[in-house]
């Protein structure tokens, strides 16, 4: 692993720059107003319990979906609004997608963190617009794209004035209907100066890949958290749903709520392992 990254704050806690691991977890998108604040509470509860800095995260609306029948969202405006009181009530950051430049400064009343998708990263007009809202912003990286294309992914944000910047790999395309990670990437993605996360969910999915929608691996999450994290990420991003079967979206690659904790107990103790390791020589 390389040197530390920039520190961005998030809230009142600290991504990069050496500091501890930071987990962005929640269902992949506001489903209702019960699970969603259920949900939230019980991730911030196993954070806690690991001393772990939490950003939770939920999209208020899906728009990259595989059909036109997927579903897509229960209504902006009230999705934005569970999301507000999760942050209100919890006290935590708040990390959401947008796909249109008019959504930006929408979803900036709510969010803390403004999440490019990873089909959209290289969108100019998007990326410039979340960062002129001055939010943190996290661009994913494509599934098409190379780790050291994403430093003119950033460069657009930039061109807005915003440094607030993260960059996630969340697998790349290998082959139909399938993703592999390349853990080369993260180190790649270090050398712009910007924290890096793993998301470990989107990793495992097979795009398409199941009836006109998304399949998944999920019992691969926990071997890629591990090596994400060993090698050198600033924050690990899984998706989690109480029932990932029966949720609204990407069913076959979300981790089941009650994974998390044994999930999260093994990836902070390599986290402090490696932080360790590296700091300790430099």
Same mark, same amino acid.
């Given at each position: 692993?390389?040197? !530390?990254?920039?520190?961005?704050?998030?809230?009142?806690?600290?991504?990069?720059?050496?500091?501890?691991?930071?987990?962005?977890?929640?269902?992949?998108?506001?489903?209702?107003?019960?699970?969603? *604040?259920?949900?939230?509470?019980?991730?911030?509860?196993?954070?806690? &319990?690991?001393?772990?800095?939490?950003?939770?995260?939920? &999209?208020?609306?899906?728009?990259?979906?595989? &059909?036109?029948?997927?579903? @897509?969202?229960?209504?902006?405006?009230?999705?934005?609004?569970?999301?507000?009181?999760?942050?209100?009530?919890?006290?935590?950051?708040?990390?959401?997608?947008?796909?249109?430049?008019?959504? !930006? @400064?929408?979803?900036?009343?709510?969010?803390?963190?403004?999440?490019?998708?990873?089909?959209?990263?290289?969108?100019?007009?998007?990326?410039?617009? !979340?960062?002129?809202?001055?939010?943190?912003?996290?661009?994913?990286?494509?599934?098409?794209?190379?780790?050291?294309?994403?430093?003119?992914?950033?460069?657009?944000?930039?061109?807005?004035?915003?440094?607030?910047?993260?960059?996630?790999?969340?697998?790349?395309?290998?082959?139909?209907?399938? /993703?592999?990670?390349?853990?080369?990437?993260?180190?790649?993605?270090?050398?712009?100066?910007?924290?890096?996360?793993?998301?470990?969910?989107?990793?495992?999915? /097979?795009?398409?890949?199941?009836?006109?929608?998304?399949?998944?691996?999920?019992?691969?999450?926990?071997?890629?958290?591990?090596?994400?994290?060993?090698?050198?990420?600033?924050?690990?991003?899984?998706?989690?749903?109480?029932?990932? !079967?029966?949720?609204?979206?990407?069913?076959? +690659?979300? *981790?089941?709520?009650? /994974?998390?904790?044994? *999930?999260?107990?093994?990836?902070?103790?390599?986290?402090?392992?490696?932080?360790?390791?590296?700091? &300790? +020589?430099?």
């Amino acid at each position: 692993m390389s040197h !530390a990254t920039k520190k961005i704050k998030v809230g009142d806690l600290i991504v990069g720059g050496g500091s501890p691991l930071v987990l962005i977890a929640g269902p992949c998108v506001v489903e209702n107003r019960d699970m969603v *604040l259920k949900t939230a509470r019980t991730i911030q509860k196993v954070a806690q &319990s690991l001393n772990t800095p939490l950003i939770f995260k939920s &999209s208020y609306r899906k728009a990259n979906r595989t &059909s036109r029948t997927s579903f @897509s969202g229960i209504g902006d405006e009230k999705a934005l609004s569970i999301l507000q009181e999760v942050k209100r009530e919890l006290g935590i950051p708040i990390l959401t997608d947008i796909h249109l430049p008019t959504e !930006a @400064s929408v979803a900036a009343e709510v969010a803390d963190v403004l999440q490019i998708p990873a089909f959209l990263c290289r969108q100019t007009e998007l990326l410039q617009a !979340a960062g002129k809202t001055g939010k943190v912003v996290n661009i994913k990286k494509g599934q098409f794209l190379s780790p050291a294309e994403m430093k003119l992914a950033a460069e657009k944000v930039e061109t807005a004035g915003n440094k607030n910047i993260l960059l996630t790999e969340r697998g790349t395309t290998f082959g139909y209907n399938n /993703l592999v990670v390349d853990m080369r990437s993260l180190s790649i993605m270090r050398a712009t100066g910007y924290p890096v996360v793993l998301d470990a969910t989107h990793s495992v999915q /097979l795009p398409g890949g199941k009836n006109g929608g998304s399949g998944g691996q999920p019992e691969f999450i926990f071997p890629i958290a591990r090596a994400g994290v060993a090698a050198g990420c600033d924050a690990l991003f899984v998706e989690t749903h109480p029932n990932p !079967a029966k949720a609204w979206s990407d069913a076959e +690659s979300q *981790l089941k709520l009650d /994974l998390l904790a044994d *999930l999260l107990k093994q990836v902070v103790a390599i986290d402090r392992t490696v932080r360790q390791a590296v700091f &300790s +020589s430099t």
